[in-house]
T-cell receptor, first 112, second 112 residues
């Protein structure tokens, strides 16, 4: 099925470093969401974006909804060991109800 | 407010059997969606229910079905299980079809 192009696939960083990941699509989405998933659990919502150009923060996390509505990025500043997990972007189209299309995920490892 | 709950959390079945998974949405949420997560295909949309009606369906065979009850609780059923049906099945709920979705912890299904 269709998926968003999410990069990088994995990241290995030192505690305290900043992290950036992004998602791109050939289609327009009306909502962009970023989730984090830890082993054995479901995805947990981090940030929701509803308007093109919107920049939203949640603590050390900042995400932006691209102007073209075809991309989004997520930044994590001053990473800590508990940031470890898989980060997913997801997009929702206006005509698709609740249906989300997901990226492949970015596996983040933080070395203390 | 309690989150999305899914039962059972783990399930082992054999090929050819059928299985029913249950999802209780966040109180007040009327939209429930189901997703399948596998290492190879990532997160794939199965179907979406709102007010007991299926509003949207993903690209899965007819062996996958679902329903929603008047209290918004939802069940999904997979008949004639195949090895490839082994996956984490995730349920997500939202207030309405356009609102942000919150995921449950998932049901891990293993088909032997």
């Amino acid at each position: 099925g269709q998926q968003l192009n999410q990069s990088p696939q994995s990241m290995f960083i030192q505690e305290g470093e900043d992290v950036s990941m992004n998602c791109t699509s050939s289609s327009i989405f009306n909502t962009w969401l970023w989730y984090k998933q830890e082993p054995g659990e479901g995805p947990v919502l981090l940030i929701a974006l509803y308007k093109a150009g919107e920049l939203t923060s949640n603590g050390r996390l900042t995400a932006q909804f691209g102007i073209t509505r075809k991309d989004s990025f997520l930044n994590i500043s001053a990473s800590i060991p508990s940031d470890v997990g898989i980060y997913f972007c997801a997009g929702r189209k206006e005509t698709s109800g609740s249906r989300l299309t997901f990226g492949e995920g970015t596996q983040l490892t933080v070395n203390p | 407010k309690a989150g999305v709950t899914q039962t059972p959390r783990y399930l082992i079945k054999t090929r050819g059997q059928q299985v029913t998974l249950s999802c209780s949405p966040i109180s007040g949420h009327r939209s429930v969606s189901w997703y399948q997560q596998t290492p190879g295909q990532g997160l794939q949309f199965l179907f979406e229910y709102f007010s007991e009606t299926q509003r949207n369906k993903g690209n899965f065979p007819g062996r996958f079905s679902g329903r929603q009850f008047s209290n918004s609780r939802s069940e999904m059923n997979v008949s004639t299980l195949e090895l490839g049906d082994s996956a984490l099945y995730l349920c997500a709920s939202s207030l309405t079809v356009r609102e942000t979705q919150y995921f449950g912890p998932g049901t891990r299904l293993l088909v032997l």
